[in-house]
C-alpha cells in the first residue's frame, strides 16, 4: 500500500521579506525564497521527512512548472517523493506573501489556468494506471481556474475503481462533490465544515456529511485539537501542550499523518477496511502531534521530529 498526493492547482511560492509594508510605496526587499507551493505537496514532503515514500501528482505547466518540479526534486529527503505531474500548455501559478518584520504576512494568489478536458484526462489516466488496491489518495486544496467541480467525483471514481482510498482536504462545490460521490474520507476545519452543512456543532456538521454518503470524517479545530467521526461512533485529542509558530501546514501535516497510518507505515497497526472510526481513533495522537511538530516549523511542509516524538506518547484519545 502506498501514497498519492494530488495537488490540482499547485504554486510557485515566493516570499518577499521588507521592512515595513506601506501601500502606493516602493519597497527594497530584504531576502527572497521561492519554494513548491501546493497542499498535496506538503503532505508528500511531510512524509518525506518521516522517511515514507510518495507518489506526487497534478498539473504543471510552463516555465514555472519546470521550476517547481526542480525545486521539488531539490527538497530534503526528495528521493522520496516520485512525480507523475501532468503537463499542460498554460504556466503554473504563482503565490506571492509579502512578510514585514512583525512576521505580517499579505499573501497574494493567482487563481491558476483552467486545463482542458484532455488535461483532465490524462490526469485521470495517471491515477488508474498508477494506483493499486489498498493505496491512499491524497487530494488537497483548490481547483485551479473555473474547473468544473464534477472532477471531484470522476477523481473519487476512478480511485474507487481500482480499489484505493480517497482523503479529500478541500472546499465549496469541491467538497461537496467529494461528499456527494462517497468519498472515504474527509478533512474539514470547522469553519469549512459550518461553510459545507450549515451546522454550527462540529458533531452534527460531522454527521450531516456522514449522512451524505462520506465514510470518514476528520476535523480539525487548531488549538482545540482534532475529532474524527463515523457511523460507529465520534472520537476527540487535544495536543498536551501548545506550540508557538507558523500554522499555515498543519491541516496538510495532519492529512500526511492519516495517509501513513491507513497504508500502515507508522509504528501501530493499520486500521482494516472498511474504515471504522473506533478503530482509526489509535491515529488521533499521531495526526495532532505530527500537526504540532508542523507549527514549529517556520514553513508549511517541514517537521520537527523531535517535537513529534514526544508529543504522540503525550495525547489521549477521548470518546464524544
Not at 48 to 67: E, H, K, Q, V, Y
Not at 95 to 117: H, K, M, Q, R, W
Not at 247 to 276: F, K, N, R
Amino acid at each position: 500500500m502506498s501514497v498519492w498526493t494530488l495537488t490540482p492547482n499547485p504554486a510557485l511560492d515566493f516570499t518577499y521579506r521588507i521592512s515595513e509594508l506601506t501601500v502606493g510605496v516602493p519597497h527594497r526587499i530584504t531576502n527572497t525564497t521561492v519554494r513548491p507551493g501546493g497542499k498535496g505537496v506538503n503532505v508528500s514532503r511531510v512524509l518525506a521527512s518521516l522517511g515514507i515514500p510518495t507518489t506526487a501528482t497534478g498539473f504543471l505547466g510552463g516555465a514555472n512548472g519546470a521550476r517547481f518540479e526542480s525545486l521539488l526534486r531539490a527538497v530534503d529527503r526528495a528521493d522520496l517523493i516520485s512525480t507523475q505531474f501532468q503537463r499542460t500548455t498554460f504556466e503554473t501559478r504563482i503565490s506571492i506573501a509579502v512578510v514585514d518584520d512583525n512576521s505580517d504576512a499579505t499573501v497574494l494568489n493567482e487563481a491558476g489556468e483552467t486545463p482542458t478536458d484532455n488535461d483532465w484526462d490524462a490526469l485521470l489516466e495517471r491515477l488508474r494506471e498508477g494506483l493499486k488496491p489498498g493505496d491512499v489518495l491524497a487530494c488537497c486544496g483548490s481547483f485551479p481556474g473555473s474547473s468544473d467541480p464534477e472532477w471531484m467525483t470522476k477523481i473519487v471514481e476512478t480511485a474507487h475503481s481500482r480499489n484505493a482510498l480517497v482523503l479529500v482536504d478541500a472546499t465549496g462545490r469541491v467538497l461537496k462533490n467529494a461528499c456527494e460521490a462517497g468519498v472515504d474520507l474527509v478533512k474539514p476545519n470547522d469553519l469549512e465544515l459550518r461553510e459545507t452543512t450549515g451546522k454550527t456543532s462540529v458533531i452534527e456538521g460531522a454527521h450531516e456529511l456522514l449522512r451524505r454518503g462520506v465514510g470518514i470524517v476528520i476535523t480539525s479545530e487548531g488549538a482545540k485539537g482534532m475529532s474524527i467521526h463515523g457511523p460507529d461512533g465520534s472520537y476527540h485529542a487535544a495536543p498536551a501542550r501548545h506550540i508557538e509558530g507558523n500554522p499555515t501546514g498543519a491541516g496538510d501535516a495532519s492529512v500526511a499523518a492519516w495517509c501513513a497510518y491507513i497504508t500502515g507505515a507508522l509504528d501501530i497497526e493499520a486500521p482494516a477496511v472498511p474504515l471504522q472510526a473506533s478503530d482509526l481513533k489509535a491515529g488521533l495522537p499521531y495526526a495532532v502531534a505530527l500537526s504540532g511538530a508542523t507549527v514549529a516549523m517556520p514553513v508549511a511542509g517541514e517537521v520537527d521530529l523531535t517535537i513529534y516524538n514526544q508529543m504522540k506518547t503525550e495525547i489521549e484519545v477521548e470518546t464524544l
